[in-house]
């Protein structure tokens, strides 16, 4: 049996593409960056903390965990609190190249494996027209940076470099590669 850790609706459409079939139970841990506490060591603590909460709970199955955040010039773009904050987002992310970090946790047995997956996005110029029709349609207001690849801000992204999945929300074919390892 398999157990997702705390999932977001994205990640969990990935999963069901992909043919995982899974149960969700919520991790309930604080998901605070610790002072000084660098990026990927923080998307990483979180996945194997959420991961081990829940494991904790059900010793027997298999679980998995994630959480993803995007990362420009040492600041942590984590979901929008506002439009206002979704703008600042927005601007910042403007003709800029970002990376996107997701940590994955797998729990079998006891044993904790986890890894991390960065992927580098760029982003066009944004105009200011584009900006206010995009936060008017909330689509950013749920989404670590404040966009989602596969929306509306598709249209500002010319590159990326790494796992288009892994900015959706999940490295589909490295989780899926874990999970197989845990099973052997």
């Known amino acids: 049996?398999?157990?997702?850790?705390?999932?977001?609706?994205?990640?969990?459409?990935?999963?069901?593409?992909?043919g995982i079939a899974?149960?969700?139970?919520?991790a309930n841990i604080p998901e605070e960056q610790l002072p000084k506490e660098a990026a990927a060591k923080f998307v990483l603590r979180l996945a194997e903390e959420k991961a081990r909460a829940v494991?904790?709970?059900?010793?027997?199955?298999?679980?998995?965990?994630?959480d993803t955040i995007v990362h420009l010039d040492n600041e942590i773009l984590g979901k929008p609190e506002d439009a206002?904050?979704?703008?600042?987002?927005?601007?910042?992310?403007?003709?800029?190249?970002?990376?996107?970090?997701?940590?994955?946790?797998?729990?079998?047995?006891g044993v904790?494996?986890?890894?991390?997956?960065?992927t580098q996005v760029t982003f066009s110029k944004?105009?200011?027209?584009?900006?206010?029709?995009?936060?008017?349609?909330?689509?950013?207001?749920?989404?670590?940076?404040?966009?989602?690849?596969?929306?509306?801000?598709a249209r500002w992204i010319p590159r990326i470099e790494g796992d288009y999945?892994?900015?959706?929300g999940l490295p589909v074919a490295r989780t899926i590669a874990m999970l197989r390892q845990a099973e052997a």
């Open 112 to 118: 904790c494996r986890s890894t991390i997956e960065v």
């Open 55 to 66: 494991a904790k709970l059900h010793p027997e199955a298999t679980v998995l965990a994630a």
């Open 1 to 18: 049996m398999l157990i997702l850790a705390s999932a977001s609706p994205r990640r969990k459409d990935l999963l069901t593409q992909a």
């Open 84 to 109: 206002a904050d979704a703008a600042r987002m927005l601007r910042l992310l403007s003709g800029q190249t970002h990376q996107v970090l997701t940590g994955v946790a797998v729990v079998e047995k």
């Open 126 to 153: 944004i105009s200011e027209e584009d900006l206010t029709h995009y936060i008017a349609s909330g689509e950013p207001m749920d989404k670590a940076g404040a966009y989602g690849i596969q929306g509306y801000a």
């Open 22 to 26: 899974f149960t969700v139970v919520p």
């Open 165 to 168: 999945y892994n900015v959706v």
